[in-house]
């Protein structure tokens, strides 16, 4: 079954920096774009960034473009999503998903807080 | 931005009744809709893809139809296992949005 695992979430200052990563098993992780999403504490869900195949085209919402990069490494199969300058509005659930989200991991928690 | 509509916000329904949740969005996307449920504590579920195909091994009382900007999602026969709530989403274009999403309570 496919499996996706983020890790690397936490409490961290406004201002600071977090780095996601979302490891992929049991499917050929380099033939499918990616995306993360995030969910503020009782919200709806909130599209953040998408990366395609081989890592070459990047999307972004606007209120983390410039602050957040998305990466992959197809030969760990691996996802990432570098936060930089966070803000108390970044507070959430962290979900990583495969393509329009045929497959979730299970979250990862930032709490950007003094 | 496309802006997604979901109607109702709420819908309080009894076990056995037919549903019908619809999600509207500011310009047309083609069919490039999708259907996520969504239960507490848990990572949201594909329900359908392109509008109308259903995600693998989802129960047949689920549909989605629509094109453009009117989309609607249907369960047929409400089962216990489906409150939750659902959620529309456009991929048609950057950005990527949601609705806000629907809450499907028991009556």
């Known amino acids: 079954e496919v499996q996706l695992v983020e890790s690397g979430g936490g409490l961290v200052q406004p201002g600071g920096s977090l780095r996601l990563s979302c490891a992929a098993s049991r499917f050929t992780f380099s033939t499918y774009w990616m995306t993360w999403v995030r969910q503020a504490p009782g919200k709806g869900l909130e599209w953040v960034a998408t990366?395609?195949?081989?890592?070459?085209?990047?999307y972004y919402m606007d209120s983390v473009r410039g602050r957040f990069t998305i990466s992959r490494d197809n030969g760990k199969s691996s996802l990432y999503l570098q936060m930089n300058s966070l803000r108390a509005e970044d507070t959430g659930v962290y979900y990583c998903?495969?393509?329009?989200?045929?497959?979730w991991g299970q979250g990862t928690l930032i709490t950007v807080s003094p | 931005e496309i802006v997604m509509t979901q109607s109702p916000a709420t819908l309080s329904v009894s076990p056995g009744e037919r549903v019908t949740l619809s999600c509207r969005t500011s310009?047309?996307?083609?069919?490039?809709l999708a259907w996520f449920q969504q239960k507490p504590g848990q990572a949201p579920r594909l329900l359908i893809s392109?509008?109308?195909s259903r995600a693998t091994d989802l129960p047949a009382r689920f549909s989605g139809s629509g094109s453009g900007t009117e989309f609607t999602l249907t369960i047929s026969s409400l089962q216990s296992e489906d409150f939750a709530v659902y959620y529309c989403q456009q991929y048609n274009n950057w950005p990527w949005t949601f609705g806000q999403g629907t809450k499907v309570e028991i009556k």
């Open positions: 392109a509008a109308s």
């Open positions: 310009q047309s996307v083609s069919t490039s």
């Open positions: 990366i395609n195949q081989g890592g070459s085209d990047k």
């Open positions: 998903a495969r393509d329009v989200g045929d497959r």
